[in-house]
């Protein structure tokens, strides 16, 4: 999809949006953003709710690798390799071609399921890994439409509300076409076709949106595209701060992955394994209460006092991932509603990486660059991080349940992060208080 024309019915929303009012545009951008990344989920996540069941042999006399474990880290390899040459491709890219590169990345992945679905095991996995490669610019091409305005808490809080949601969503109604007859290497690839006219006409609904204002500029700096040099010097300046922010993101992706691809096992030892409905269920409330909390944010008008205050949010969503999962294990807390209050501090802490921390943090030190870049960087890592777990999981510790390992992993997220986060919160403290004020 190209650039709106200047005339034509694109060229009217876009001049009404640009006159709307800040609760008209938001509530617009939301859907938008919302709808499009929700959509994108069919394309990435329906196979895990697969058993795919068995063993593939691999290289260097080790073990064999759990087949679901083989997908897994065959689609989450294509996902990283993507995020690493996104820190390029999504800072340098410009606006006009955000359309063409989202609807270019999705009919990329679809072709891959359908690869999926057409070869044999163990030959499957290319399929997924082919998958994985495009998907990865999604998050970026998305968010580049929000970043940036007066509003992008509100508008990254709804985007970030669709991955909490769609993974849940696309995952029941894989399992209901499993249910159905679908086979389970054609399941991913029917749910996909299922999404794609929606898609079509969400991403539409971003193109039409007018870039941010000469007033979105002034209260969160302009947004520009960074090369090379730029990236490197922007980060080797907040070092100290970053390092830590992009360590615990790599144990938070891989604990979230962890949790999010082996949702149905969990939820079968909980013995929830006749409930399909369960994936999607149980993640509303997890969306509403970190919807409610970073919403909240955009109270907050002095950009690092905002800052701070998203630390603290963060630390507060690991230390209950810590706290639940204790209660559950001693037998004070209902099992299932242990898995809300972990997917709750869980979202607490990863979404705010993708939407707001960021956002922010450029806005504090006032410094003209674009979020794409850092949530790129940390995203590389974090995925290459996911996959680590997943052959730890396999080779370290095959003789743990599903659940005993998910267990293990809470304790290890939340002790790890919680240090980190006031670490990083303690270095920007005092490096922003030794800064010029910037509003």
């Given at each position: 999809?190209?650039?709106?024309?200047?005339?034509g019915?694109?060229?009217?929303?876009?001049?009404?949006?640009?006159?709307?009012?800040?609760?008209?545009?938001?509530?617009?951008?939301?859907?938008a953003?919302?709808?499009?990344?929700?959509?994108?989920?069919?394309?990435?996540?329906?196979?895990?709710?697969?058993?795919?069941?068995?063993?593939?042999?691999?290289?260097?006399?080790l073990?064999?690798?759990?087949?679901?474990?083989a997908l897994?880290?065959?689609?989450?390899?294509?996902?990283?390799l993507?995020?690493?040459?996104g820190?390029?491709?999504?800072?340098?890219?410009?606006?006009?071609?955000?359309?063409?590169g989202l609807?270019?990345?999705?009919?990329?992945?679809?072709?891959?399921?359908?690869?999926?679905?057409?070869?044999?095991?163990?030959?499957?996995?290319?399929?997924l890994?082919?998958?994985?490669?495009p998907?990865?610019?999604?998050?970026?091409?998305?968010?580049?439409f929000?970043?940036?305005?007066?509003t992008?808490?509100?508008?990254?809080?709804?985007?970030?509300?669709?991955?909490?949601?769609?993974?849940?969503?696309?995952?029941?109604?894989?399992r209901?076409?499993?249910?159905?007859?679908?086979?389970?290497?054609?399941?991913?690839?029917?749910?996909?076709?299922?999404?794609?006219?929606?898609?079509?006409?969400?991403?539409?609904?971003?193109?039409v949106m007018?870039?941010?204002?000469?007033?979105?500029?002034?209260s969160?700096?302009?947004?520009?595209?960074?090369?090379?040099?730029?990236r490197?010097?922007?980060?080797?300046?907040?070092?100290?701060?970053?390092?830590?922010?992009?360590?615990l993101?790599?144990?938070?992706?891989?604990?979230?992955?962890f949790?999010?691809?082996?949702?149905?096992?969990?939820?079968?030892?909980?013995?929830?394994?006749?409930?399909?409905?369960?994936?999607?269920?149980?993640?509303?409330?997890?969306?509403?209460?970190?919807?409610?909390?970073?919403?909240?944010l955009?109270?907050?008008?002095?950009?690092?006092?905002?800052?701070?205050?998203?630390?603290?949010v963060?630390?507060?969503?690991?230390?209950?991932?810590?706290?639940?999962t204790?209660?559950?294990?001693m037998?004070v807390l209902?099992?299932?509603?242990?898995?809300?209050?972990?997917?709750?501090?869980?979202?607490?802490?990863?979404?705010?990486?993708?939407?707001?921390?960021?956002?922010?943090?450029?806005?504090?030190?006032?410094?003209?660059?674009?979020?794409?870049?850092?949530?790129?960087?940390?995203?590389?890592?974090?995925?290459?991080?996911?996959?680590?777990?997943?052959l730890?999981?396999?080779?370290?510790?095959?003789?743990?349940?599903?659940?005993?390992?998910?267990?293990?992993?809470?304790?290890a997220?939340a002790?790890?992060?919680?240090?980190?986060?006031?670490?990083?919160?303690?270095?920007?403290?005092?490096?922003?208080?030794?800064?010029?004020?910037?509003g």
């Amino acid at each position: 999809m190209p650039e709106v024309e200047a005339s034509g019915v694109g060229a009217r929303v876009r001049r009404w949006l640009a006159g709307a009012s800040p609760v008209v545009f938001s509530a617009w951008a939301i859907v938008a953003a919302f709808s499009t990344y929700f959509s994108m989920y069919a394309y990435r996540k329906p196979f895990a709710v697969g058993t795919f069941e068995g063993s593939v042999a691999v290289p260097f006399g080790l073990p064999e690798v759990d087949y679901k474990i083989a997908l897994v880290i065959a689609q989450v390899l294509g996902y990283c390799l993507s995020k690493f040459v996104g820190i390029k491709v999504i800072s340098e890219l410009t606006p006009e071609r955000r359309a063409v590169g989202l609807l270019g990345a999705i009919g990329a992945s679809w072709a891959a399921l359908v690869l999926f679905a057409v070869l044999p095991a163990p030959w499957a996995m290319i399929g997924l890994f082919l998958n994985g490669i495009p998907l990865g610019f999604v998050w970026g091409l998305t968010f580049g439409f929000l970043e940036g305005r007066r509003t992008s808490e509100a508008l990254g809080a709804g985007l970030s509300a669709s991955y909490i949601l769609a993974s849940g969503a696309v995952k029941s109604v894989g399992r209901w076409l499993l249910d159905a007859g679908v086979p389970e290497p054609w399941m991913p690839a029917a749910v996909g076709l299922l999404f794609a006219p929606g898609m079509l006409v969400f991403v539409w609904m971003l193109t039409v949106m007018p870039p941010p204002s000469a007033e979105d500029e002034a209260s969160r700096t302009k947004r520009a595209p960074m090369d090379a040099a730029a990236r490197r010097a922007f980060f080797m300046q907040y070092a100290p701060g970053l390092v830590p922010l992009i360590a615990l993101y790599v144990l938070l992706t891989a604990y979230r992955d962890f949790r999010d691809n082996f949702a149905r096992e969990i939820w079968d030892a909980l013995g929830y394994s006749g409930s399909p409905e369960v994936f999607a269920l149980s993640e509303v409330p997890v969306a509403i209460a970190v919807l409610a909390v970073l919403a909240a944010l955009m109270a907050i008008r002095d950009n690092r006092t905002a800052l701070l205050a998203v630390h603290g949010v963060m630390l507060s969503g690991v230390l209950l991932v810590g706290g639940a999962t204790a209660l559950s294990t001693m037998g004070v807390l209902d099992p299932a509603w242990s898995m809300v209050l972990v997917g709750m501090g869980l979202y607490m802490a990863y979404v705010p990486y993708g939407c707001v921390l960021f956002d922010r943090l450029i806005a504090a030190v006032g410094v003209t660059a674009n979020a794409g870049f850092l949530i790129y960087f940390a995203d590389a890592f974090g995925y290459l991080g996911s996959v680590l777990l997943l052959l730890y999981r396999n080779f370290g510790q095959a003789n743990l349940s599903w659940l005993e390992f998910f267990h293990g992993a809470s304790y290890a997220t939340a002790i790890i992060c919680a240090a980190c986060f006031v670490f990083s919160a303690a270095w920007f403290s005092r490096r922003l208080a030794r800064a010029t004020p910037a509003g």
